[in-house]
Every structure is written in structure tokens, then in C-alpha cells.
């Protein structure tokens, strides 16, 4: 034998033999976990979710102090004294020892009648950080659910994607079952046996690297969710695009409303413009009403010693304290600009982004029935060419190219299909609320 046809003999069991090196293994036992379990164990685990969940607990501290500034103040004190002391006794021309005792209690509040409506607007201010705070805290929930939707799809997407590639062994395989066919006739050459056995090569090392990037999306999954090994999405029973509850200019408008990001920045304005009139609120006078009630005794014994009480009206006015007042004035209309700017900016954000997420929900959409058609298509093809080259009228070549236009047409509606998913859930997430 030659060796220039013995090379392609020893070509070709290479491949056969390097086929066998990329049998898709089989998937290991790992625990499953529906989306609403995902979500809700990330929600409970987000170091984010935590921290907005402080930040309106304190607002909500802030208000409590806020209102409590309306209360008067009251205070009790008492104090006892024991003191040695002698006296000079004429009778007897000696100093005596004795003592000299006293004790003392007493009860003591005050109000403030007039801050120029100070308290008020701080408390007004307070209340719109706690709605700014509790928005903050509902957007950045639905930030973890969506990224936690993302994981959690992205875990699904790569299992079918993982379907596909082997689907493309078995099909590279039968490919291959058509070409010994052929061969055992004298109908095929050494080049489509070569051809046929590399095309199943490339498809288990597709299948390979299916595999981990299977493996990888549910380790993130896994670390969403605080579990330190691969977790298994459970998939929903329904995941076709359906219709949306509300119009384009509906969704929009709610965007640019009711958006959690628009309602805090919107809140944090209010409240800026709140800490103007409290600020301003030091030009005008302050009246604090007082009272208090005194009892002082020589002898440890609530009978006998001496009562007082008292009350006082006070007033005070700063006629001036080195600009400090309109230093303050400054820095809270500042605040209040820089707020506006942000909350138009917010507005502007919502709009942009519900409208790019909405142009890729509906992209989406439309293209998931062209790749329906194009997966239909596709197989089509394949069989029709695999009938000619079974007749001889089509090259192994036509084949492996109408293979991977079917795979590739498969992946595509893989692909549609979840981007679909997630442009829904991203637009949820920017309107605060499931659609």
C-alpha cells in the first residue's frame, strides 16, 4: 500500500478515535428551584435589598424624631446631701458636733409654642424621605428579581442550547450512517468519510462546551440564591410571548410617573424643597413656654419641707449670627436644584429605558415567529438534501452546510425566545410592577 493512501486511513481513525473523547456525559443530580423560590431567596440574601432596607428604617427614625419635636420636654431630678458640721455652744464655751442635711426633687417641662413653622416643614421633609427611601427600597427589589429573572433564564437558556448541540451529534451521526452507506456501495469517497467523522468531532466539542456553560450559569444561579453548588431551574409552565395589559403611550406615561426611580427622585425633591422652608424658617422668632415644680426638705421625710413652682414664656430672636442663617438658606436651595435636576433626569432615564425595552420585547416578539419558520425551513432543507446525496445528486458538503443552518436556526429561536423573557422582565423592572 502507498503511503500516500495509507495518510488518509490513519487520518480517519484519529477522528474516529477522537470522537469517542466526546460522548456528552451525563447531567449529575443537582437540586431544582422554581423562579418564585429564586426570587424570593435572593431577595432575603441581597447585601443591596439589606442596606435599602436600613436606609428606610432610618428615614423612618428620622420621622418619629421628626414628630416627637412637637412633644414637650420633661425632666425629673432629685438630690440628697449629708454634711458634718459643728456649732459653738456659748453655754458650755465648746463646739458641738452636728450635721447639716438637705434633699431636694423636682419636676420640670417645656414646650416650644413658635419656630416659625420649623417644625413642620422639617417633619414635612422627613415624611418624603421616607417615600423616597421606600421607593428606593421597591426599585431596588425589583433590581434583584430582574437579575435574579436574568440567571435564572440564562440557566435555562444554556440547557436548551445544550438539547441543541446534541441533537447535532445525533444528527452529525446519522449523517455519518448515510455516508458508510454509500461507502460500502463505491458511491462515497475517502474525502465525505473524513468530512462526515469531523463534522461529529465538532459537534461533541460543541456539546463540551455546551456543557459548561451550563454548568457555569448554574453555579451564578446558585450564588443568587446563597447555594454553593450548581442549582437546576425549574422551568415555568408557560414562557410564550403574550400580549402586554397596556398600550405603548400607557406604558410610557407610567414610566415617566410611577416608576419606583422617578417616585424617589420626585420625593427626594419635595423634601429638598421642605429643608428650604425650614431653613428660612430662622428669621423669625422662637417662643418656648416653661414650668417646673421644686420640693426641698432638711430631713428625709415627704412631710414638711418647702414647695415652689414656676412658669416662663421666653423669647428669642437672633439678630445676627455671622450669616449662618443665610449660609443655610444657600445650601438648601442648592440641594433643591441639584434635586429638580436629578428628578428631570430621572424622568428622562425612565422613558429611555422603558422604550429601549420595550423596541427589544417586541423585536423579540417578531422574531421568534421568524425563527420558527426559519427552524421549519431549515429541517426541511436538511431532509431534501440528504435524500439527493443518497441518490448522488448532492455532496457531502451541501449537507454538513444545511446542518449547521439547521442548528443554527435552532439556537436563534433559543435565543429570541429568552430575549423575549428578559425585555419583559426588564420593562417590569423599570415600571415597578408585573405585566
Not at 128 to 155: C, H, I, M
Request: aromatic content about 6%; charged content about 20%; proline content about 3%.
Amino acid at each position: 500500500m502507498h503511503s500516500s493512501t495509507r495518510t488518509p486511513v490513519r487520518t480517519l481513525a484519529c477522528l474516529v478515535a477522537g470522537a469517542a473523547l466526546f460522548v456528552p456525559t451525563s447531567a449529575e443530580g443537582q437540586q431544582s428551584v422554581s423562579l418564585t423560590e429564586a426570587i424570593e431567596r435572593a431577595l432575603v440574601r441581597s447585601p443591596q435589598v439589606a442596606q435599602q432596607q436600613q436606609s428606610m428604617d432610618n428615614a423612618l427614625l428620622t420621622q418619629k424624631t421628626s414628630w416627637a419635636s412637637f412633644l414637650p420636654t420633661i425632666s425629673a431630678n432629685t438630690s440628697g446631701s449629708l454634711r458634718s458640721s459643728r456649732t459653738f455652744d456659748e453655754v458650755t464655751g465648746s463646739f458641738q458636733p452636728g450635721s447639716s442635711d438637705s434633699y431636694s426633687a423636682g419636676l420640670s417641662g417645656s414646650v416650644t409654642v413658635f419656630e416659625g413653622m420649623r417644625r413642620f416643614r422639617e417633619y414635612d421633609a422627613a415624611q418624603a424621605d421616607v417615600r423616597a427611601a421606600e421607593a428606593r427600597y421597591a426599585n431596588q427589589r425589583y433590581q434583584v428579581t430582574l437579575q435574579t429573572k436574568g440567571l435564572f433564564f440564562s440557566a435555562l437558556e444554556q440547557e436548551e442550547l445544550l438539547e441543541v448541540a446534541r441533537q447535532r451529534v445525533i444528527q452529525a451521526e446519522q449523517n455519518m450512517d448515510i455516508v458508510r452507506s454509500r461507502t460500502r456501495l463505491g458511491e462515497a469517497t475517502i474525502s465525505d468519510s473524513l468530512r462526515a467523522r469531523l463534522d461529529v468531532v465538532n459537534a461533541g466539542q460543541a456539546v463540551l462546551q455546551a456543557e459548561t456553560a451550563l454548568r457555569s450559569a448554574r453555579f451564578s444561579l446558585g450564588r443568587q440564591i446563597g447555594v454553593a453548588e450548581p442549582v437546576r431551574p425549574a422551568a415555568p409552565d408557560e414562557l410564550d410571548p403574550g400580549p402586554l395589559p397596556l398600550s405603548e403611550d400607557e406604558i410610557m406615561q407610567l414610566a415617566e410617573e410611577a416608576s419606583p426611580a422617578v417616585v424617589a427622585a420626585n420625593e427626594s425633591t419635595v423634601a429638598a424643597a421642605a429643608s428650604v422652608s425650614a431653613a428660612r424658617a430662622a428669621y423669625f422668632p422662637s417662643l418656648r413656654f416653661s414650668s417646673g415644680y421644686n420640693w426641698a426638705n432638711q430631713d428625709p421625710s415627704f412631710s414638711g419641707g418647702s414647695t415652689s413652682w414656676s412658669m416662663s414664656l421666653g423669647m428669642s430672636y437672633p439678630i445676627f449670627n455671622g450669616f449662618q442663617r443665610e449660609s443655610s438658606v444657600d445650601r438648601a436651595q442648592f440641594v433643591q436644584r441639584v434635586s429638580r435636576l436629578q428628578e428631570d433626569d430621572a424622568r428622562l432615564a425612565a422613558r429611555e429605558q422603558a422604550d429601549a425595552a420595550l423596541q427589544n420585547l417586541l423585536t423579540s416578539e417578531r422574531a421568534t415567529v421568524i425563527a420558527e419558520e426559519a427552524v421549519l425551513v431549515a429541517a426541511e432543507d436538511l431532509r431534501v438534501v440528504r435524500a439527493r446525496y443518497e441518490v448522488g445528486a448532492a455532496t457531502i458538503l451541501d449537507i454538513l452546510i444545511s446542518q449547521n443552518a439547521l442548528t443554527q436556526a435552532e439556537t436563534d429561536l433559543i435565543t429570541t425566545r429568552y430575549d423575549y423573557i428578559l425585555a419583559r422582565a426588564e420593562l417590569e423592572a423599570i415600571l415597578g410592577r408585573e405585566l
